[in-house]
């Protein structure tokens, strides 16, 4: 059996500088919490808790928590959780992503101009909330065909329109070409990182050419579900795993060619473990 592993498989830039920066803290003796799961990827998660870090779900947590380090993931954060953190005098580590932060920047500047602020995105995914939380007016999440459709602009200034940074890079200009054509004055800016457009691509073209696809990644992390439905569409016998424990291949007798990659949250050596496990076994 011939596996043909992705390039870019496993984790992008910010997620692994905020995880190295979370055990580096740790090797301190400093009480750690972070607001929020680390990365979207529950064996990690897990590790961290077992050495002591807390994770911190919501404002109500955060707003009774008096003493330690708070880190920020890399999906970035409202603005308002930074004020809370000020007011308890925590000590804050930052570790929203270059990418994300520069989304706020724009929400940010654009908004405080009057412009609408469209986020093309999965409504209720973490980082979509932090681009929400730094908007002056109230932002609107389109996340489908349908919902740029029915959208209605009621206002005579530019809509601004960006995107989460995981988004399927061919869906957002799909999105972004109804909003054109209903004559809407729009600001667009691709938000879409270099790192994710890469990932997809690089995907999609192996997906087509293998004969099973394996995608590994956390059941939560939106970009890892993105490959997958990528992966999906090239190739019928796609697999979506977190760890080898969920790897169940029935592959026809004839497959040759299997093809791995991997979500940003997921950790190289869950990669190799699938990898050597399909060389040896198949």
């Known amino acids: 059996m011939e596996v043909l592993r992705a390039k870019s498989a496993g984790f992008c830039f910010g997620v692994k500088r905020a995880v190295e920066e979370v055990y580096e803290r740790l090797k301190e003796g400093r009480e750690i919490f972070t607001y929020g799961?680390?990365?979207?990827?529950?064996?990690?998660?897990?590790?961290?808790?077992?050495?002591?870090?807390?994770?911190?779900?919501?404002?109500?947590?955060?707003?009774d928590l008096k003493e330690g380090t708070?880190?920020?993931?890399?999906?970035?954060?409202?603005?308002?959780?930074?004020?809370?953190v000020r007011e308890n005098n925590l000590e804050?580590?930052?570790?929203?992503?270059?990418?994300?932060?520069?989304?706020?920047?724009?929400?940010?500047?654009?908004?405080?101009?009057?412009?609408?602020?469209i986020i093309i995105g999965n409504a209720g995914h973490p980082e979509?909330?932090?681009?929400?939380?730094?908007?002056?007016?109230p932002a609107v999440?389109?996340?489908?065909?349908?919902?740029?459709e029915n959208f209605v602009n009621d206002s005579p200034k530019p809509l601004c329109i960006v995107s989460q940074t995981t988004f399927n890079y061919n869906k957002f200009q799909e999105l972004v070409e109804i909003f054109?054509?209903?004559?809407?004055?729009?600001?667009?800016?691709?938000?879409?990182?270099?790192a994710t457009e890469e990932r997809q691509k690089e995907a999609g073209e192996i997906a087509a050419k293998v004969d099973a696809?394996?995608?590994?990644?956390?059941?939560?992390?939106?970009?890892?579900?993105?490959?997958?439905?990528?992966?999906?569409?090239?190739?019928?016998?796609?697999?979506?795993?977190?760890?080898?424990?969920?790897?169940?291949?029935?592959?026809?007798k004839t497959a040759a060619?299997?093809?791995?990659?991997?979500?940003?949250?997921?950790?190289?050596?869950i990669i190799e473990e699938v990898q050597n496990y399909v060389r040896v076994n198949f």
């Open 92 to 117: 804050c580590i930052d570790m929203t992503c270059p990418f994300v932060k520069r989304i706020h920047t724009i929400v940010e500047k654009e908004s405080a101009n009057g412009q609408k602020i």
């Open 213 to 252: 696809m394996i995608v590994i990644g956390g059941r939560h992390s939106s970009n890892t579900q993105k490959l997958y439905g990528i992966c999906r569409e090239k190739c019928a016998a796609t697999y979506f795993i977190q760890t080898l424990e969920d790897l169940h291949l029935e592959l026809p």
């Open 37 to 63: 799961p680390i990365i979207h990827n529950e064996e990690v998660v897990k590790d961290l808790e077992k050495r002591g870090v807390r994770v911190i779900d919501g404002e109500k947590e955060l707003s």
């Open 128 to 137: 979509v909330e932090g681009i929400m939380g730094w908007s002056h007016t």
């Open 257 to 269: 060619l299997v093809g791995i990659t991997a979500g940003a949250s997921t950790p190289n050596n």
């Open 70 to 84: 708070l880190v920020i993931r890399s999906h970035g954060v409202p603005q308002k959780i930074y004020e809370l």
């Open 141 to 148: 999440v389109i996340e489908s065909k349908a919902e740029a």
């Open 180 to 194: 054109q054509k209903k004559g809407y004055n729009v600001n667009v800016v691709n938000t879409i990182c270099n």
